[in-house]
Nanobody, 123 residues
Framework: VQLQASGGGFVQTGGSLRLSCAVSGRTFSRGAMGWFRQAPGKERDFVAAISWGDDSTDYADSVKGRFTISRDNEKNTVYLQMNSLKPEDMAVYYC?????????????????WGQGTQVTVSS
């Protein structure tokens, strides 16, 4: 199983980015997907997750109303649309896949991880 994250970059405060995570080597549509982020010197924190089946979602409080997670099962890809970006959103963003169907908030509930993509937000 491989996860390839992309879409990171440099953006000014208030700007937008869309991250993508392409999944290969598994039945994509049968597991939950998630996004996490890690800033320098900090833990890898939960950002958003999406279940399979009903596509129910969950978000960290810090991104609610600004970020949207979605998935395209035909393309085996999960997205994270990030709007109204703030300097505190700056981090390396990781996508993750779980064999469990329901959206997972804990890192240890995910079985596969992508390599990360850097998001830089200037103030």
């Amino acid at each position: 199983v491989q996860l390839q994250a992309s879409g990171g970059g440099f953006v000014q405060t208030g700007g937008s980015l869309r991250l993508s995570c392409a999944v290969s080597g598994r039945t994509f549509s049968r597991g939950a997907m998630g996004w996490f982020r890690q800033a320098p010197g900090k833990e890898r924190d939960f950002v958003a997750a999406i279940s399979w089946g009903d596509d129910s979602t969950d978000y960290a409080d810090s991104v609610k109303g600004r970020f949207t997670i979605s998935r395209d099962n035909e393309k085996n890809t999960v997205y994270l649309q990030m709007n109204s970006l703030k300097p505190e959103d700056m981090a390396v963003y990781y996508c993750a896949a779980s064999v469990k169907g329901c959206a997972q908030l804990r890192r240890d509930r995910y079985d596969y991880w992508g390599q990360g993509t850097q998001v830089t937000v200037s103030s």
